[in-house]
Structure formats: structure tokens, C-alpha cells
């Protein structure tokens, strides 16, 4: 059985929902109000959120069968159609997560220096 990325992705963002409600939770039952197990869940939650949506958002749709594959993928790992190459895709692609990445870092940075 073949999962899609997208399928995936929201697999992972359900999760991160699921840990992040958790850390919620535990931060309104809790003496102090932020512990280090709360801190934890709430990076974890954030990490595989951003993890979600980059499999989401780094998916093309096939026009043959319709499942959604990676970008840089050559040919539908499902009905085998090929795909024209447009590196200017791949270019601006490889732009945006590399700018949502870097803001992570410094969010992650500052967040730490706290």
C-alpha cells in the first residue's frame, strides 16, 4: 500500500494537534504553569506541524490519476505518467522553504534565549 504525501502530511498535522492539545492540558493542570514536559510537547507539536504542511505543500497533483507526488519526482509513482521538468518550479520551491526555515531558526533561537 502506497500513502500520499499529502495523506501523510495530514496524519502528521492531526498529531501535532493531538500533542499540542496535550500540552495544553497539561499547562492548566499544572502548579507551575510552563514545565519543561509542556515546553517539549509544545516544540514537538510545532516541528511536526511544520513537518505536515511541507509534506502538504510540496506535492504536485498528477493530471493523469489525481494523487498528489513529490515535485521533484520525474514520473506518478500510482499510473507511471511522465512529467515535464520546469526548474523554475523547483527554484522558487526550494526559495520558499528555505525562507520558512530560516524564520523556524530564529524563532527556535530566540525562544531558547529566554
Known amino acids: 500500500m502506497i500513502v500520499s504525501r499529502v495523506k501523510a502530511g495530514f496524519f502528521v498535522i492531526g498529531a501535532a494537534t493531538v500533542l499540542f492539545c496535550l500540552a495544553v492540558i497539561l499547562a492548566a493542570d499544572s502548579k507551575p504553569p510552563i514545565t519543561s514536559a509542556n515546553g517539549f510537547l509544545f516544540l514537538l ?27 521533484n519526482e520525474a514520473d506518478c509513482r500510482y499510473c507511471r505518467h511522465a512529467f515535464k521538468n520546469d526548474p523554475a518550479t523547483h527554484t522558487e520551491h526550494s526559495a520558499i522553504v528555505e525562507f520558512i526555515l530560516k524564520k523556524f531558526a530564529k524563532f527556535i533561537l530566540k525562544a531558547s534565549s529566554r
Open 45 to 71: 507539536s510545532l516541528t511536526l506541524m511544520i513537518i505536515g504542511v511541507y509534506f502538504v505543500r510540496s506535492s504536485k497533483i498528477c493530471p493523469v490519476c489525481g494523487e498528489r507526488v513529490a515535485r
